[in-house]
């Protein structure tokens, strides 16, 4: 089964509950929507689990984006102290003795989205166009990626052959709930797949709200886990 979450911001023990609820194997594949760090406590440890699971793959979210910029400004100069500039990043997390290179450079790899046969995985949204089109990601500004803040709002129903999965702000500032949100495309009355869908919303506030909501991509079933 395919899978796809958004958000997680350090909260490995969350993100684990969640893969024992949904008895994630090494034969399903899970999408996160970008934001695995900063905020919670054990960014790093959840990053060193992630980057060693080739069935679990992420994007590029705001905050990735952020810590990234920093890593460059940090390795500008015309001579380098690689040494000081790791521990002046371990100082980004609480846990960030964890933080090695290996790390900063699997963070580095990352794209800013990944592309199916039915979906469009990215973090903020996608710029719309004239017409009313998504814009492809590969033509878009990377800011846009990682930081939109237009494609949330309910009244944006893209034109796309697929399905956009998102995160970036919490649920619950649209819908007062902490719940993903699927829209229908235009004409479509009933859903009974991805397809039927134009975009979907995954930030349910696993950091802010302790709530982790996780959509199975092949049977549009939700499931949620909770801090206890």
């Known amino acids: ?4 979450i958004s958000d997680v911001h350090g909260e490995y023990e969350l993100f684990i ?5 949904i008895k994630f194997s090494d ?13 919670g406590k054990d960014s790093v440890r959840l990053a060193r689990y992630i980057m060693g699971k080739p069935n679990i793959h992420t994007i590029i979210g705001n905050h990735e984006y952020d ?3 920093l890593y460059h400004s940090l390795t500008e100069a ?11 990043l371990r100082d980004y997390f609480p846990d960030g003795a964890l933080l090695d290179y290996d790390v900063i450079d699997w963070l580095d790899s990352l794209p800013f989205y990944i592309e199916g046969e039915d979906f469009i995985c990215v973090h903020a949204g996608l710029p719309i166009d004239s017409s009313g089109r ?11 990626l990682v930081y939109d ?15 956009v999965l998102f995160g970036h702000t919490t649920t619950s500032n649209i819908s007062g709930e902490n719940k993903l949100l699927a829209y229908r495309r235009r004409g479509v009355e009933r859903a009974t797949g991805l397809s039927d869908y134009c975009k979907i919303h995954l930030d349910t506030g696993a950091w802010s709200h302790g709530i982790l909501g996780c959509l199975c991509m092949d049977t549009c079933k939700v499931y949620y886990v909770r801090k206890t």
């Open 27 to 39: 034969g399903d594949e899970l999408y996160i929507s970008g934001d695995v760090i900063d905020k």
């Open 134 to 144: 998504v814009v492809h990601p590969s033509k878009a500004d990377e800011r846009d």
């Open 67 to 69: 810590f990234l910029k």
């Open 149 to 163: 803040r237009r494609f949330k709002e309910p009244r944006v129903l893209p034109v796309t052959d697929k399905c």
């Open 17 to 21: 509950k969640l893969l024992e609820r």
């Open 1 to 4: 089964m395919r899978y796809c």
């Open 78 to 88: 015309d001579s380098v102290d690689f040494d000081a500039v790791l521990e002046r």
